[in-house]
């Protein structure tokens, strides 16, 4: 019985945390024939809990919070919070995406790519860490705006989607609210390679 319990309680959980994707304008057709898509990402204005902080109030709480229960584990905690875009999130975004789109109809999508006809935006808008006590767990949600530009003109939108709530989960336990938003990113990458593909008849 207490096993029913709880694989219910896991299954209202996933459901609870369904990625919702919209394509708010534009379409997909430029796309094919193309070699490589530059990729910007932006933090600017995301929120983060059910609170909607700011990431600056939210990164100031918690590291407060871990150091008044150990010295030292809240710097440690915050110098790991700012890397982790760099090490986790942007790579676990782009691997999806070069997943669908490179292996198959070798479209490359990388940063820094100048030269690069179009670029891709994407906004983080907001983020929920979740949480992992072994028995119980709750995924993270990363939710995203994703712009299609022409590189030379940003101003000229081309398509764009907005990714609401994308679960950051993994088989087993992960303690870390950086890799639980990393797999949230990932979702994010899949989902969306797979919506452009299907919506883009030429690939």
């Known amino acids: 019985m207490k096993k029913f319990v709880l694989l219910m309680a896991l299954t209202i959980t996933g459901l609870a945390t369904a990625q919702k994707l919209k394509i708010e304008e534009g379409d997909f057709d430029f796309l094919p024939g193309q070699q490589e898509v530059n990729v910007e990402f932006v933090y600017d204005n995301m ?21 008044e ?8 905690w915050k110098k790991k919070w700012e890397a982790a ?9 782009l691997e999806l995406m070069n997943r669908y789109f490179y292996d198959d109809h070798q479209l490359a999508f990388k940063e820094g790519l100048a030269d690069a006809k179009y ?3 994407v906004e983080t808008v907001w983020l929920y860490p979740g949480w992992d006590a ?20 940003p101003s000229n939108v ?11 989960d993994q088989w087993g336990s992960s303690f870390s609210n950086e890799d639980r938003l990393g797999e949230g990113y ?15 008849k030429a690939f």
């Open 134 to 153: 072994g028995v119980m767990k709750q995924p993270a949600k990363v939710t995203t705006n994703l712009k299609f530009v022409e590189t030379a003109d």
């Open 119 to 121: 670029t891709l935006i």
């Open 85 to 93: 875009p760099e090490l986790i999130w942007q790579p676990k975004f």
């Open 186 to 200: 990932a979702k994010t990458g899949k989902s969306f390679a797979r919506l452009v593909l299907k919506k883009t």
């Open 158 to 168: 081309l398509a764009e989607v907005s990714s609401e709530n994308a679960p950051g």
């Open 69 to 76: 229960k150990s010295p030292g584990k809240g710097d440690t």
């Open 47 to 67: 929120k983060l809990l059910k609170k909607n902080l700011p990431e600056e109030q939210y990164v100031a709480e918690h590291a407060a919070e871990m150091e």
